[in-house]
């Protein structure tokens, strides 16, 4: 089969279209002829070596939709020729509050979806949403669930509840801003791109503001007043001011730091104000699940920015490891 294949660590330009074998399920597992694949910022961290417990050489990508192919034995759930999305979250455990020590992704360490094929276990593969396109269902699992158990599992968002959501334009952003709006939130954004504020209000924020102006913070007190929850992937310098717009009693979700390490943290802003400061990562089955039965009774479609072919995975990259995109960049699997 054809796949991308990573095996130096030296950037996205480094990623391979090779040809490998046809991985076989085993017990439990299922084949999926993908029909698109998804990127993630994970794959280009891994592409520059900065992702933890790395195992090169490695097919990227854990994000994918597609036909199953074939079923190992012992397999109930799904038959051949059924159209699925993949769960790219393996072996979280039995806990709903965290992941267990064993817990991966798809995509590193084991092979992932940038190719035709690829092995998942059964239980990991979910119907279809019947409304969503190939493309848009490859788009949704990882940034999907992400956004999902920011949201709800660990933020507890309730309907007319505000929410700010800084850095809009990432997959997980735009994700938890679509589904914020759609369970009656009023969602704020930050951006230092005024275009990329406009397409925000155009997809139901209330308003935003350009994060590079000296007042950027006055002009969000301004307008939202303060956040109930705040759903953050940036940390860094920043962080501080999150805490400031935050009203008491609210909650900050934190699930990256692109903007690194938080420098100063003045505390007594926290705990006078009662809120809360949680972290989160990916999801649990029960959240993929949840993420599904909402997209399908709110008709949500995810954000695609671009489309390529499975070939040009390194230009795919590239374009996200720039940062210029809005939403998803997807990769079209060849048949």
Excluded at 78 to 102: C, F, H, M, Q, T
Excluded at 147 to 164: C, N, W
Aim: glycine share 12%.
């Amino acid at each position: 089969m054809k796949a991308i294949l990573l095996s130096v660590a030296e950037g996205p330009q480094a990623v391979r279209y090779v040809d490998v074998e046809t991985p076989q399920p085993k017990a439990g597992e299922v084949l999926i002829k993908l029909k698109f694949a998804a990127l993630n910022r994970r794959d280009v961290w891994i592409c520059h070596g900065t992702y933890r417990d790395m195992k090169l050489p490695i097919i990227l990508g854990s994000d994918g939709a597609g036909e199953v192919a074939a079923c190992g034995p012992d397999v109930q759930n799904v038959r051949v020729g059924d159209a699925v999305i993949v769960n790219p979250g393996l072996k979280w455990g039995e806990l709903e509050a965290y992941p267990s020590p064993d817990f991966e992704i798809l995509g590193m360490p084991s092979d992932g979806t940038f190719a035709q094929y690829v092995v998942v276990p059964a239980d990991h593969v979910y119907p279809k949403p019947a409304h969503l396109s190939w493309e848009e269902a490859a788009a949704l699992p990882l940034a999907g669930v992400t956004a999902y158990r920011a949201l709800f599992t660990r933020g507890q968002l309730q309907p007319g509840e505000t929410v700010l959501i800084p850095g809009i334009g990432s997959g997980v952003a735009l994700f938890a801003l679509q589904m914020a709006v759609a369970k009656g939130a009023k969602v704020y954004v930050t951006s230092s791109s005024e275009e990329k504020i406009g397409r925000a209000m155009e997809l139901g924020a209330a308003g935003g503001v350009n994060y590079r102006q000296d007042d950027w913070v006055k002009q969000l007190r301004q307008m939202m007043g303060g956040a109930d929850l705040v759903i953050d992937s940036i940390a860094g310098p920043g962080f501080a001011k999150l805490v400031e717009l935050t009203k008491p009693g609210g909650r900050i979700v934190c699930f990256g730091m692109t903007g690194g390490v938080v420098p100063e943290l003045v505390m007594r802003n926290v705990f006078f104000r009662q809120m809360d400061i949680r972290g989160t990562t990916m999801g649990s089955p029960r959240d993929f699940a949840g993420l599904l039965a909402l997209y399908g009774e709110h008709r949500l479609h995810p954000v695609i920015d671009s489309k390529y072919p499975l070939e040009l995975a390194a230009e795919a990259l590239s374009r996200m490891d720039k940062g210029d995109n809005f939403g998803k960049i997807v990769l079209e699997i060849p048949e």
